[in-house]
């Protein structure tokens, strides 16, 4: 009997415990910012993901990696209280062609596996089409006949 009382005041300690701590809720869904159809020269390739804690303990953003150097990630240095939002800048250098990059981003949250949460980002970067100088003389002496 003591055997069965311990093995249940175990599992709802268990139960409770993982209820608690530190929580991680990403405002974009999927965890996913997608840049769209973008220009190196009209975009600086910054974005933000937005999360809030809804646990209730301090959470912490222990380290933001990307999978290249093309993708730039920041991390809030201070804990975020419970209740409160923070953000995790990303950079990405614009060179033309699609965006497909992963970040990781390491915590102390419980609610995700092994504290350890994927964001992503995607769009497509193109090259403005600036006419060249002389083919618009030429449509302009064209078009004057």
């Known amino acids: 009997m003591k055997r069965i009382l ?33 220009s190196k020269d009209t975009d600086s390739g910054e974005r933000v993901f937005e999360f809030t804690n809804t646990g209730d303990q301090p959470l912490i953003i222990k380290n933001v990696q990307s999978t290249c150097g093309c993708t730039v990630p920041s991390k809030p240095e201070q804990p975020i209280m419970p209740g409160k939002t923070g953000e995790i800048k990303v950079k990405y250098n614009m060179n033309p062609g699609p965006i497909r990059k992963t970040i990781t981003v390491e915590t102390n949250a419980v609610n995700v596996e092994g504290g350890m949460v994927a964001l992503k980002i995607k769009g497509e970067v193109i090259v403005k089409n600036e006419p060249n100088p002389l083919e618009k003389k030429t449509n302009l002496l064209m078009n004057k006949s």
């Open 6 to 38: 311990l093995a249940v005041v175990l599992l709802l300690t268990g139960i409770v415990s993982a209820q608690t701590g530190p929580k991680i809720v990403f405002k974009d869904k999927d965890n996913t910012v997608d840049y769209g159809t973008v």
